[in-house]
């Protein structure tokens, strides 16, 4: 069954820092896998998505990921981090069924502090 | 273009009460999820609706039910809530109901409805 990993509940940096999140999934399948950003009180924004074209995937607000096949990993890298990055971030990996739906199923979340 | 919308924002009920949330997709999308985000946890998958049918189900009671309509708006109701259906619940709609089976299109997720049950 599919599942997903997100590795450290919390993760602090440093503004100016590198922001690396982690993703681990399980599929039996070639999974479609996506990460949302969801900041205090509002609902999920798409950051990126990986739907087999290619293994890097660029996002927006400067974030990226890469898929990783043989370690079943799409971690969530930016550079620099900005205040602004602060938020909870969750990795979701797509699961279509037979009879014609999908649903996301989510990892746990990380929250990403970032200090001055 | 207005984005998902949801009603109402917060809402609070007391045990065995029934609730009913709302939501609108955006324009041109027949397909409308609806996801449970408990405090500290993923959102969990409880319905999904194409075009007015049910097109999968989560792991949840069947307290919980939905609607879709003709315009694709829909609704979700619980019925005698407990203290544990206290969470944020978000609704998604999306272009594609039918899958070819890729399960790859994107869903747009509306700011959710904070439910608080005392």
């Known amino acids: 069954a599919q599942s997903v990993t997100q590795l450290g509940s919390h993760v602090s940096v440093s503004e100016g820092a590198l922001v690396l999140l982690r993703c681990n999934y399980s599929?039996?399948?070639?999974?479609?896998l996506f990460w949302y950003v969801q900041y205090p009180n509002q609902g999920l924004q798409l950051l990126l998505k990986?739907?087999?074209?290619?293994?890097l995937v660029k996002g927006i607000n400067g974030f990226e990921a890469e898929f990783k096949k043989s370690e079943t990993s799409f971690h969530l890298t930016k550079p620099s981090a900005h205040m602004s990055d602060a938020a909870e971030y969750f990795c979701a990996v797509s699961l279509a069924f037979s009879g014609g739906y999908n649903k996301l199923i989510f990892g746990a979340g990380t929250r990403l502090a970032v200090h001055p | 273009d207005a984005g998902v919308t949801q009603s109402p924002t917060h809402l609070i009920k007391t045990r065995g009460q029934h609730v009913t949330l709302r939501c609108s997709p955006i324009?041109?999308?027949?397909?409308v999820s609806w996801y449970q985000q408990v405090l500290g946890q993923g959102p969990q998958f409880i319905f999904q609706y194409y075009e007015k049918e049910e097109r999968g189900r989560g792991n949840f009671p069947d307290r919980f039910s939905a609607r879709q309509f003709p315009n694709y708006s829909s609704e979700l109701n619980v019925n005698a809530l407990l203290l544990g259906d206290s969470a944020l619940y978000l609704c998604?709609?999306?272009?594609?109901?039918?899958?070819?089976?890729?399960?790859?299109?994107?869903?747009?997720f509306g700011p959710g409805t904070r439910l608080t049950v005392l």
């Open positions: 990986y739907t087999s074209a290619a293994t």
């Open positions: 324009s041109g999308h027949k397909s």
């Open positions: 599929s039996s399948v070639p999974p479609y």
């Open positions: 998604a709609s999306s272009l594609a109901g039918l899958d070819n089976g890729q399960g790859a299109f994107e869903q747009f």
